[in-house]
């Protein structure tokens, strides 16, 4: 259950942004820690006023409007609620770019961040086509046009709701990729997909048994369909793309996965029995097997 905080900032006199920092950490509930409510009231300042953390700490007695305290009320009633902060504002940072998120696309996560600095730490000779598959919000596949700018970058995705954010980022960010909407898990949908020297994809891998240890706040509010595969194969998603991604790379194509912690090393063998050499598993900040990396002989 979300908990409903009073507002107490909205009759207290508040009229700066240093006061309403105060009333905002005793407004947003205690699932809130004091560190996450202070990264959430920046996040608020720099998306719906365009306000940085330097220049609040520099001039910390900017005056408030009455119609400024309507809006921060109404996204703390939302954020008690338990929409995710960066849905409520409509933007999310990823990798230096700012991109447009909503229900029909995961919030990028910063392991995804990794992967991207993963790819772009052994593509030292820059590749000429990049496939991104499952797109999303298009993160991936415009932080690697972003490191890329020569690099012909195509991105797939089964959700037309999904195609539609990416489109919009794109178009915003002013990086060109092109997408195209295909299910992985149909056979053929490599048609079209060829001499590509990285594929790239942070596939489903959370297991339908595991909803019950995720924050409810993800589970109410992002798309299920980008977030689980299916208990009986939790590897479906690792397989197809790893079979079809024989016949979209080119000779010694790269093909990088986020995975699962506990799967990883799974996927790591599964590939190799595919055909795939120098196989290796990387680990994320946290210390867990998150990535895999494999070349096409």
Not at 58 to 65: F, G, I
Request: charge should be negative.
């Amino acid at each position: 259950m979300y908990h409903i905080c009073p507002m107490p900032f909205l009759n207290s006199g508040v009229n700066t942004f240093n006061s309403l920092r105060s009333g905002f950490r005793l407004s947003v509930g205690p699932e809130y820690s004091l560190q996450e409510k202070d990264h959430l009231f920046f996040m608020l300042l720099e998306y719906e006023f365009n306000i940085s953390k330097e220049h609040f700490y520099v001039n910390p007695d900017l005056k408030l409007s009455e119609s400024d305290l309507l809006i921060v009320h109404r996204i703390i009633r939302k954020l008690n609620s338990g929409i995710p902060i960066q849905y409520i504002l409509g933007w999310t940072d990823f990798d230096g770019l700012r991109l447009k998120v909503d229900h029909r696309v995961l919030i990028p996560r910063p392991e995804t961040e990794e992967l991207v600095n993963l790819i772009t730490t052994h593509e030292l000779n820059r590749p000429a086509r990049i496939l991104d598959v499952g797109t999303g919000s298009g993160c991936i596949a415009l932080a690697l046009k972003k490191k890329f700018p020569e690099a012909i970058v195509s991105a797939i995705d089964e959700s037309m709701g999904a195609i539609e954010v990416a489109s919009f980022n794109a178009k915003n960010t002013g990086f060109e990729i092109d997408l195209i909407r295909r299910n992985v898990l149909i056979k053929d949908w490599t048609i079209g997909l060829h001499h590509t020297e990285i594929v790239v994809s942070n596939p489903p891998y959370i297991l339908e048994q595991e909803k019950n240890v995720l924050q409810k706040q993800v589970i109410d509010n992002e798309p299920h369909i980008a977030l689980f595969a299916p208990n009986e194969q939790p590897l479906i998603f690792f397989e197809q793309i790893g079979i079809g991604s024989l016949e979209v790379l080119s000779d010694k194509g790269r093909l990088y996965f986020e995975c699962h912690e506990n799967h990883a090393k799974e996927v790591a063998e599964m590939l190799q029995k595919m055909g795939y050499s120098s196989v290796e598993v990387y680990v994320d900040f946290r210390g867990k097997n998150r990535f895999v990396r494999a070349v096409k002989n």
